[in-house]
């Protein structure tokens, strides 16, 4: 509360000046998360008698978050970090003079680490359809990488230039971290931060309000797995391969969709990787 978070501020002050330590303001912010339309008062939290900046976005732990909850800046933030990456490797490596293998050896293991970062969490909220999922950043970034590669142009067609590579869409891969985090939330004590977390965002499941447990159980529903896993706490190592093996199925299958339904796209064959 608004009140609690004061009463931490003012033992905070008061462990500061007992060890006469002292907190960076510059760097120290209060962001209250609520989606809401209407304009109100902020209200005024302070160290001290000094007052601290109450904002409206962040940067934690490398990840961008605003006050409305969503992830938008932080696939924007990370998606620019990766196509600068990109464009750096471009200026010191012709990837034309690379067989795909290499070229794309390199791309997931410098770019896509980028792209993929923090993944576990924020890939619960994204689109969950194959549809769609070319219009986000952090696919955006990917689709550059295989028509640099290919020297087609932007606007070339983006599951043949994934197709023409092997590759699969970046979801697929989002996905397998998110379950395997799962797995790591599930063989946590209940004591751990993160666990407890896990158990609230399963609470307002229960209560059908939006949460991270229940946009997890929304994409094991996209793919028609949930009649197999029932919960995410019968989510285990085991079956990580099982449901990676269904969602690029699933890709398969939405791909030769689009193949059938156009005469330009027919010469490619199936992706493999």
């Not at 009140?3 to 008061?14: E, I, N, P, T, W």
């Not at 732990?61 to 933030?77: E, R």
């Not at 946590?188 to 229940?214: H, M, P, V």
Request: charged share 25%.
């Amino acid at each position: 509360s608004r009140f609690g978070l004061q009463k931490c501020l003012d033992d905070l002050h008061s462990w500061n000046n007992k060890w006469l330590m002292e907190v960076n303001l510059k760097k120290t912010q209060v962001m209250i998360f609520e989606k809401t339309i209407y304009k109100k008062a902020k209200p005024i939290f302070n160290l001290g008698k000094k007052d601290i900046t109450v904002g409206k976005e962040y940067c934690y732990l490398g990840i961008k978050m605003n006050n409305n909850g969503n992830f938008t800046l932080a696939l924007k933030q990370l998606s620019e970090k990766a196509l600068h990456a990109l464009y750096s490797m471009r200026r010191r490596l012709n990837i034309h003079h690379l067989n795909p293998k290499s070229a794309i050896k390199i791309f997931d293991r410098i770019i896509s680490p980028i792209l993929l970062y923090n993944s576990e969490v924020w890939g619960a909220y994204v689109k969950n359809d194959f549809n769609n999922w070319d219009k986000l950043p952090i696919e955006k970034v990917h689709l550059r990488f295989c028509k640099l590669y290919l020297g087609v142009d932007k606007k070339a067609s983006n599951i043949a230039s994934r197709g023409e590579l092997g590759k699969f869409p970046l979801i697929i891969n989002i996905f397998k971290r998110l379950f395997k985090y799962i797995t790591h939330l599930n063989s946590l004590s209940e004591t751990a931060i993160a666990k407890q977390a896990f158990l609230i965002s399963k609470d307002l499941f229960t209560k059908q309000n939006t949460s991270y447990y229940g946009k997890a159980m929304d994409i094991l529903k996209a793919f028609n797995l949930n009649t197999e896993i029932t919960d995410l706490e019968s989510i285990t190592t085991e079956l990580i391969q099982p449901i990676t093996k269904r969602l690029k199925e699933d890709y398969l299958t939405f791909w030769k969709h689009k193949l059938e339904n156009s005469s330009k796209l027919t010469p490619f064959i199936q992706p493999s990787r």
